[in-house]
Nanobody, 122 residues
């Protein structure tokens, strides 16, 4: 089992920045994928970004078009913790954000964080 504990989030004004973190414990993957998703009220959960790692290296980050150039995903392999740095936040970024982890050969994300609220409002 993998436990994912999220931190960060909160209320920020439009144009502001936040950083979300996702700390993993329990079973570790030598190679895997960490993803970030979000769900706004009344909408389905959507993909935000993911990053792959193998051994001590990360590679191959992907982003949804609506966050490209504004969000940056990273992972500290030594600490088994992922981050999502969000800049130039917009009101439409308001949502509950979730991190998730899966093995590199697994189709679906098996483990999910508890979610954290991000509210962008003046």
């Amino acid at each position: 089992q993998v436990q994912l504990v999220q931190s960060g989030g909160g209320l920020v004004q439009p144009g502001g920045s936040l950083r979300l973190s996702c700390a993993a414990s329990g079973r570790t993957f030598s190679s895997g994928v960490m993803g970030w998703f979000r769900q706004a009220p009344g909408k389905e959960r959507e993909f935000v970004a993911n990053i792959r790692w193998s051994g001590g290296s990360t590679y191959g980050a992907d982003y949804a078009d609506f966050v490209k150039g504004r969000f940056t995903i990273s992972r500290d392999n030594a600490k088994n913790t992922g981050h999502l740095k969000m800049n130039s936040l917009k009101s439409e970024d308001t949502a509950v954000y979730y991190c998730a982890v899966k093995g590199i050969m697994t189709l679906n994300y098996d483990y999910w964080g508890q979610g954290t609220q991000v509210t962008v409002s003046s």
